[in-house]
């Protein structure tokens, strides 16, 4: 293999491997964010705390659908434009 596509290579396994971390700090933050939701929850129990809780984990779940949606997408995206490059 060519010194040019070797670099190509290593390149987009960094932009691969950098997408995950990525992933991990989406899934990171949204199991942070429920779990206070489920802390708030469980340690007030009045109403207002209640909707707060839930609302803190429903925003924590929505970042996790995203954050996997984002990488998808993103991964494809960057398969698509490794191969343009190397056509």
Known sequence: K???KIEEELSE???LLSNERTLLA???TAFAII???V???GLFRTYTFLVVGL???AIGI???IFGTVYYF?????IKEEAEDFLD
């Open 2 to 4: 060519s010194k040019a």
């Open 39 to 41: 802390a708030i929850v």
């Open 35 to 37: 779990v206070a939701g």
């Open 73 to 77: 997408f993103r991964k494809k995206k």
């Open 26 to 28: 989406y899934i990171r």
């Open 55 to 57: 609302v803190l984990t």
């Open 62 to 64: 929505l970042f996790l």
């Open 13 to 15: 396994t960094r932009t």
